[in-house]
C-alpha cells in the first residue's frame, strides 16, 4: 500500500545507495546546474543533495508529474528536453534524479 501511494505521489523515499548513486552523477554534472564546481567529494555530494530535497522517480513521466504538482509548467516540453531540464539529471538505470533549488 506504501508503495502505491508514493507512485501515486510521483516520488519515493531515497535510500543510501540511490544518494549515493545521485551524489556521483551529481559530483561529474554539478556544473550544468550550479555553473561552477560546489562541492568536490561523494560525500559533500550527498549532503549538498540532501540539503536541496533532491527526489528520485523511476521515469521522465514521474519526473513531468511532479513538475505540474508543483506548478512548473512543462506542457511545451517532450520528455528528451524535459530531461535536459537544469535540475534533472538522469541515472544509468534510466532513473532520474531532480535537484529543488
Do not use: H, N, W
Not at 21 to 45: D, N, P, R
Not at 62 to 85: K, P, Q, T
Amino acid at each position: 500500500m506504501r508503495r502505491s501511494r508514493e507512485k501515486q505521489e510521483g516520488t519515493r523515499k531515497m535510500t543510501k545507495q540511490d544518494l549515493t548513486e545521485c551524489a556521483k552523477i551529481f559530483l561529474k554534472e554539478q556544473e550544468k546546474l550550479l555553473g561552477e564546481q560546489a562541492v568536490s567529494t561523494v560525500q559533500e555530494a550527498e549532503e549538498f543533495l540532501e540539503d536541496c530535497f533532491a527526489q528520485i522517480f523511476d521515469d521522465i513521466s514521474e519526473v513531468r508529474a511532479y513538475f505540474e504538482e508543483e506548478g512548473i509548467d512543462v506542457d511545451g516540453l517532450d520528455d528528451g528536453e524535459l530531461s535536459e531540464e537544469l535540475e534533472v539529471f538522469k541515472l544509468p538505470d534510466g532513473r532520474f534524479f531532480v535537484v529543488e533549488g
